[in-house]
């Protein structure tokens, strides 16, 4: 079920956002994973004055050393993702790693970036087209939490416009302090200039049935055309460690998805494993790594392994390069297969899905 926040004239549900560096204490989101579960959403009818913004994660705008440092720069630094010290962080961002990893991500753009641009900006796009043919009497329009369209001048554009109902809905089915709340900061901030507006932002839909229902189905059709693999393995974005212990519902939310999508498709617990992905730096991350579990899977005789990545609404570098290539090359060494099942992107089922997520809204 998804929760929604409400952000109106006077009230402010959101939690405010710690000084820099502050950790994430368990006292403000522990009992959240709960909470989303149980949240009923009351049905309130379409409205031409209403519209929806699809905010997804972000991307550079071109595959190079220049625009990937831009778009890093904004990305990691942001508190919601790294929340060391801003007076540690920021010297040591810009000045090591920035200038280290913008040309080796850039490269790695290089390798997925398509005709039209960014896969996630591409997909992005199309997905919100979609999302106007399933919801004709709403206004739709997307936004990038880092990069363009940034996300404040696209509630701006809806204000110009004379909206006077915005949902926001952060394409990441899975809440967490250091994705959702990142858009909830800045819609916070918004809504707080513009008290006429009614603004809410749909927090989580991780086990949304509608969703829950698309996201099996591509699965299922993927296994009709090529083929059904010994074992499938549901890989998401990681978080470092800390931020968990600290009370992110992440770890339990992404749990909850990978459950209800295996319950959809039937598989019994040997037919199916969990993983997190895209580590950076060296401290401990959630395990177990997806990684590493493939590896052990390949060495053990799996010979066919299936990999989706439900915590991605569209694909992207982490779920094309990281896995679609990566991982595939690292387990054919290991004398497996790998095959990645690609992500709802614009699917029709997906938009559908959302669609009726958003009209409970």
């Known amino acids: 079920m998804a929760d929604v926040s409400r952000a109106r004239v006077n009230l402010r549900l959101a939690p405010a956002r710690p000084a820099s560096g502050a950790a994430y204490r368990g006292d403000r989101y522990r009992g959240r994973a709960e909470s989303l579960r149980s949240a009923t959403i ?36 942001d508190p919601r993702v790294v929340s060391i010290p801003r007076w540690l962080w920021l010297p040591l961002l810009h000045g090591l790693i920035l200038p280290l990893r913008g040309p080796r991500s850039a490269e790695k ?103 829950v229902a698309a996201v099996a189905g591509s699965i299922r059709a993927w296994w009709e055309t090529h083929g059904r693999g010994e074992r499938l393995v549901f890989s998401f974005h990681g978080l470092p460690q800390r931020v968990a212990d600290d009370g992110d519902p992440y770890p339990q939310r992404c749990q909850a998805s990978a459950r209800a999508i295996a319950a959809a498709l039937d598989l019994a617990p040997d037919q199916w494993q969990l993983g997190y992905q895209s580590r950076f730096g060296r401290e401990r991350w959630l ?75």
């Open 42 to 77: 009351a049905a309130m009818p379409d409205a031409p004055n209403t519209a929806l913004l699809a905010v997804n994660l972000g991307t550079p705008g071109a595959p190079t050393a220049k625009a990937v440092r831009r778009y890093l720069g904004e990305f990691l630094g």
């Open 109 to 211: 753009y290089a390798q997925v970036w398509m005709p039209e641009g960014s896969p996630l900006a591409v997909h992005t796009a199309r997905l919100a087209e979609g999302l106007r043919r399933e919801l004709p009497d709403w206004r739709v329009d997307h936004a990038m939490r880092y990069g363009d369209p940034a996300l404040p001048p696209a509630l701006d554009a809806l204000a110009a416009a004379g909206v006077q109902r915005i949902v926001v809905l952060p394409l990441y089915p899975q809440f967490s302090t250091t994705t959702t709340a990142s858009v909830q900061d800045q819609v916070d901030a918004w809504a707080a200039r513009h008290p006429g507006i009614a603004v809410e932002v749909i927090r989580d839909y991780a086990e949304d049935p509608a969703w």
């Open 287 to 361: 395990q177990p790594y997806a990684e590493p579990a493939l590896w052990a899977m390949a060495e053990s005789g799996v010979r066919r392994i299936d990999v989706v990545c439900p915590g991605f609404a569209t694909d992207c570098l982490e779920t094309l390069e990281e896995v679609a290539m990566g991982f595939t090359r690292s387990v054919a060494a290991r004398g497996a297969e790998l095959r990645y099942i690609p992500c709802l992107n614009a699917a029709p089922a997906h938009a559908a899905a959302l669609a009726s997520l958003v009209r409970r809204s």
